[in-house]
T-cell receptor, first 113, second 111 residues
Framework: ETGVTQSPTHLIKTRGQQVTLRCSSQSGHNTVSWYQQALGQGPQFIFQYYREEENGRGNFPPRFSGLQFPNYSSELNVNALELDDSALYLC????????????FGPGTRLTVL | AQSVTQLDSQVPVFEEAPVELRCNYSSSVSVYLFWYVQYPNQGLQLLLKYLSGSTLVESINGFEAEFNKSQTSFHLRKPSVHISDTAEYFCAVRGFQKLVFGTGTRLLVSP
């Protein structure tokens, strides 16, 4: 049990729609990262937020965006969904005292039809 | 840029047998290495990590990994596996503000 929760657990959308995924980190974890894990692949870094600002981004288009809130929760928003966006989306949090240890949530499985 | 290669997509093994999951990395900066385990329908759990110091690192459940700079490897080993070790194992290297993962190795332990 990492203390990181994500909602919803599963989601089905159609191409072109928009989706919001949510993550709740442990108290004191002021850094949150989002990863996309396609079937049979390792997680791919989407972006990282620190103190409510984006401070690192992977090779994902601007239609992937995020928010981080003062209560250690965060969101991943994806606009104009494509079939290839179907994946498990993981959030991971860490605190300033140990940034090398990331605590992962159970993930949200998104299916785009 | 950092990258990780896990050559074995699947490793079948019998219970109580030893196992080695291979990981090779590429990094142009200081090397921080990790092994994560993912059980079915769950997120990733940190198994062990190498940041500096002793090249042999151990986890609480009997796994160990050795950092080998000359061979750019960080193989995961366990002398005797259990059925409950069946899972997907991911090797990762620390990049700039992110983890770079390999494609994973599925460990299948059978009785």
């Amino acid at each position: 049990e990492t203390g990181v929760t994500q909602s919803p657990t599963h989601l089905i959308k159609t191409r072109g729609q928009q989706v919001t995924l949510r993550c709740s980190s442990q108290s004191g974890h002021n850094t949150v990262s989002w990863y996309q894990q396609a079937l049979g692949q390792g997680p791919q870094f989407i972006f990282q937020y620190y103190r409510e600002e984006e401070n690192g981004r992977g090779n994902f288009p601007p239609r992937f965006s995020g928010l981080q809130f003062p209560n250690y929760s965060s969101e991943l928003n994806v606009n104009a969904l494509e079939l290839d966006d179907s994946a498990l989306y993981l959030c991971a949090s860490s605190y300033a005292g140990d940034t090398d240890t990331q605590y992962f949530g159970p993930g949200t499985r998104l299916t785009v039809l | 840029a950092q990258s990780v290669t896990q050559l074995d997509s699947q490793v079948p093994v019998f219970e109580e047998a030893p196992v080695e999951l291979r990981c090779n990395y590429s990094s142009s900066v200081s090397v921080y290495l990790f092994w994560y385990v993912q059980y079915p329908n769950q997120g990733l759990q940190l198994l062990l990590k190498y940041l500096s110091g002793s090249t042999l690192v151990e986890s609480i459940n009997g796994f160990e990994a050795e950092f080998n700079k000359s061979q750019t490897s960080f193989h995961l080993r366990k002398p005797s596996v259990h059925i409950s070790d069946t899972a997907e194992y991911f090797c990762a290297v620390r990049g700039f503000q992110k983890l770079v993962f390999g494609t994973g190795t599925r460990l299948l332990v059978s009785p």
